[in-house]
């Protein structure tokens, strides 16, 4: 079995991870496909209808930049590496090492060499992201999402515990790799195609993050209400609440069309279903209020 240190990653992986990546590959493929279709195959005529010559021309033009920009995906990428490092503060020993210890705490408990470490105030990362162009050039940006609201960064350390093994995860799991955007970098970009597919990785990074996070519930339910909010939620109620699990579930895959992300209570619900974490041990733990170990302790 293929191991990260202490992760299994055969077990932490979902199991219709491989199925689904090589079903969105095909997708990806057939899109690519239809485009040069159109280029070189649209019969003459319909460029003879006024009514929908303009059309024509539009599908021509977008056919031919879906072809023409899979050589960029590479230059594109670089260049969002080179700007999270351009314009992030990088974090280490010497720039709020709080979150540094953190970091490299779960780095050795997965048995890895820790990527870069960036705290990017851009809008456009969200809570988190990585990237990896190599193996030795990888890393990690936290965005301001994540430090909203908070007070002081002892405050959110299990949140912050919880997002960096998440993005471990992405790392190791290989969700920020060439090929993965180069195979399925169109697919990735449609609302109802891409939903089968964040939903098993988002699901293999969770579970990564729960076997390096005993305290992952936390950072999970910093996600459903974040900012200053997740200080005075009470997160054993949140628990029962997502177990409830009772909205319909034709409506909740209607409510995900839109981003195509799995809903924070439905990756908590995975991760109890599974057994990456334990609904009666967290209720029982988050209501006496006593901690759970860090990663560090529990290597």
Same mark, same amino acid.
């Given at each position: 079995m293929q191991r990260s240190g202490k992760v299994d990653l055969a077990r932490v992986r979902h199991p219709l991870e491989r199925v689904v990546f090589w079903l969105s590959v095909l997708v990806n493929a057939a899109i690519v496909g239809c485009a040069a279709w159109l280029i070189y195959m649209t019969p003459e005529w319909l460029g003879e209808h006024r009514a929908v010559s303009t059309l024509v021309r539009s599908i021509h033009a977008a056919a031919i930049a879906t072809i023409g920009i899979l050589p960029v *995906?590479?230059? =594109?990428?670089? !260049?969002?590496?080179?700007? +999270?490092?351009?314009?992030?503060?990088?974090?280490? @020993?010497?720039?709020?090492?709080?979150?540094?210890?953190?970091?490299?705490?779960?780095?050795?408990?997965?048995?890895?060499?820790?990527p870069e470490l960036y705290a990017c105030p851009s809008k456009g990362v969200g809570v988190s992201t990585s990237l990896a162009l190599t193996r030795d050039r990888r890393l990690v940006?936290?965005?301001?999402?994540?430090?909203?609201?908070?007070?002081?960064?002892?405050?959110?350390?299990?949140?912050?515990?919880?997002?960096?093994?998440?993005?471990?995860?992405?790392?190791?799991?290989?969700?920020a790799s060439w090929w993965e955007e180069g195979v399925l970098g169109y697919m990735k970009r449609i609302p109802l195609l891409r939903i089968p597919l964040l939903t098993v990785q988002t699901a293999s990074r969770d579970r990564f993050a729960a076997t390096l996070c005993p305290?992952?519930?936390?950072? *999970?339910?910093? =996600?459903?209400? !974040?900012?200053?909010?997740? +200080?005075?939620?009470?997160?054993?109620?949140?628990? @029962?609440?997502?177990?409830?699990?009772?909205?319909?579930?034709?409506?909740?895959?209607?409510?995900?069309?839109?981003?195509?992300?799995?809903?924070?209570?439905?990756?908590?619900?995975?991760?109890?279903?599974?057994?990456f974490l334990d609904v009666d041990d967290d209720l029982a733990r988050l209501s006496s209020g006593v901690p759970a170990p860090t990663a560090a302790a529990s290597r």
């Open positions: *995906l590479g230059v =594109l990428r670089r !260049g969002r590496w080179a700007s +999270y490092r351009e314009t992030s503060v990088r974090l280490g @020993r010497d720039q709020l090492p709080e979150i540094s210890s953190i970091f490299v705490a779960l780095c050795g408990a997965a048995g890895l060499d820790p940006v936290l965005g301001p999402d994540l430090f909203q609201g908070m007070k002081a960064l002892g405050d959110r350390a299990d949140v912050l515990q919880f997002v960096l093994a998440h993005e471990l995860g992405r790392l190791v799991l290989g969700h305290e992952a519930i936390r950072g *999970l339910a910093f =996600l459903a209400s !974040g900012g200053k909010l997740v +200080y005075h939620v009470d997160v054993a109620a949140y628990v @029962r609440q997502v177990m409830r699990d009772d909205t319909p579930s034709f409506w909740a895959w209607v409510g995900r069309l839109s981003s195509g992300d799995p809903h924070v209570a439905e990756r908590i619900r995975h991760l109890y279903r599974h057994g």
